[in-house]
Nanobody, 122 residues
Framework: QVQLVESGGGLVQAGGSLRLSCLASGGASSSYSVAWFRQAPGPEREFVGRINWSDSSTDYADSVKGRFTISRDNAKNTVYLQMNSLKPEDTAVYYC???????????????WGQGTQVTVSA
């Protein structure tokens, strides 16, 4: 069973930066895709971006492209979300999720963290 724990959220002014971390444990596969999602108040959870653990290829939602960067440190079993030029509309709870790559292309994530709050003030 894979466990994911996010950290690094907080309050930041617009234009500022934050780096979120997602620590994986419990047998995470080295071939997993790990994604970041976010959820503002409301029912919809928005895809932010993902990274394939094996080759570090990434893709991003248009809303964050050029501002957010996902990276990973295999030795630390950690995936990072570097968020720059933050905007108030980036305010949300951010979650990391993991699954096999073939499931990731279908948006089917098996493992989720508990989330970390990011608040961007105007």
């Amino acid at each position: 069973q894979v466990q994911l724990v996010e950290s690094g959220g907080g309050l930041v002014q617009a234009g500022g930066s934050l780096r979120l971390s997602c620590l994986a444990s419990g047998g995470a596969s080295s071939s997993y895709s790990v994604a970041w999602f976010r959820q503002a108040p409301g029912p919809e959870r928005e895809f932010v971006g993902r990274i394939n653990w094996s080759d570090s290829s990434t893709d991003y939602a248009d809303s964050v492209k050029g501002r957010f960067t996902i990276s990973r440190d295999n030795a630390k079993n950690t995936v990072y979300l570097q968020m720059n030029s933050l905007k108030p509309e980036d305010t949300a709870v951010y979650y990391c999720a993991a699954t096999a790559p073939w499931k990731a292309t279908r948006g089917m994530y098996d493992y989720w963290g508990q989330g970390t709050q990011v608040t961007v003030s105007a």
